[in-house]
């Protein structure tokens, strides 16, 4: 186990540095850094969608899944990260007390 721990940091290492080995002190062409910008924000979104609708080895929507698009409708809107985060916490405990999964 611990071996594979080892391994994948030596991995992640070694991608890590290829990059800035590989330009050296040549800037990005602008069409590449637009794209590395916004790979952050596909990375977190499938993150969120994956947990939000992962139930094991199944898609399930339930209760988590209703609370992640409430504080993802309040964030679209422009509210408050907090205000988002305390809507989706009581919008999923309001359903897993009604009984939805």
């Known amino acids: 186990m611990w071996a594979l721990v080892v391994l994948c940091a030596l991995g992640t290492a070694l991608i890590r540095g290829v990059g800035p080995a590989?330009?050296?002190?040549?800037?990005l062409p602008a069409p590449v850094v637009r794209v590395v910008v916004l790979l952050s924000a596909a990375l977190l979104a499938a993150l969120v969608v994956t947990t939000a609708l992962a139930d094991g080895d199944r898609l399930a929507v339930g209760a988590d899944t209703a609370g992640v698009a409430v504080a993802g409708l309040l964030l679209w809107r422009r509210a408050?990260?907090?205000?988002?985060?305390?809507?989706?916490?009581v919008v999923t405990a309001g359903l897993r007390a009604a009984g939805v999964p």
């Open 22 to 27: 590989a330009t050296g002190d040549r800037a």
């Open 80 to 89: 408050p990260v907090l205000l988002a985060v305390l809507a989706a916490v």
